[in-house]
């Protein structure tokens, strides 16, 4: 197996949900969300398309199928530890933004070299470019606080929760009841 393939399996297996017994629960759409899964989420949904698509579009003029994965990781993959963090609303906002970015960015790309007017669209370049990459950066490194969030949520809700337990007298084991709020 070559080295690279190595590194992206050990990474992939980093995202297989845990079986151990002290973990959180991570089943269903309601369930305690992992701080560090939404940031591997979010950072391993940017790094390989980005440096995938990135080396694949190496060495080309035109936009290659390479470079608009790279794109795409760009765009959507600081996002993805917000999705799975179910904060729904940050994920799309960064989405948009850098989205957006993006397009001005091809824009000025395309106009520079239509219109000559050189200063004005290196201005507009650079000014998305900072954007997108600061959207880009606080979406990556947000994402385990998307969870954390989640997380809080969850624990201020009201329920009832069963539990194993030891009986406090004689010491044998049984299920308790507990009233959450």
Same mark, same amino acid.
Request: proline share 6%.
């Given at each position: ?37 939404? *940031?591997?989420?979010?950072?391993? %949904?940017? @790094? #390989? ?5 990135? /080396? =694949? &579009?190496? $060495? ?22 917000? *999705?799975?963090?179910?904060?729904? %609303?940050? @994920? #799309? ?5 850098? /989205? =957006? &970015?993006? $397009? ?78």
């Amino acid at each position: 197996m070559r080295p690279t393939a190595a590194i992206v399996l050990l990474c992939l297996s980093a995202l297989v949900p845990s079986t151990s017994p002290g973990a959180e629960p991570t089943t269903g759409a309601e369930g305690w969300k992992s701080p560090s899964r939404a *940031f591997l989420y979010s950072f391993l %949904g940017t @790094a #390989i398309p980005v440096g995938a698509g990135g /080396g =694949a &579009a190496l $060495g080309q003029n035109e936009l290659s199928p390479g470079a608009l994965v790279a794109i795409g990781g760009a765009v959507i993959g600081p996002s993805l530890g917000h *999705f799975y963090a179910q904060r729904n %609303g940050r @994920a #799309i906002r960064g989405i948009v933004v850098r /989205g =957006a &970015a993006a $397009g001005v960015i091809a824009a000025a790309v395309n106009t520079s070299t239509d219109s000559g007017d050189d200063e004005g669209m290196a201005a507009l370049f650079l000014a998305a470019s900072v954007v997108g990459v600061t959207f880009l950066i606080a979406d990556i490194a947000g994402a385990s606080r998307s969870a954390r969030v989640h997380n809080q949520e969850l624990a201020g809700r009201t329920g009832v929760c069963v539990s194993p337990m030891a009986c406090p007298v004689a010491g044998a084991p049984g299920i308790g009841l507990h009233v959450v709020y």
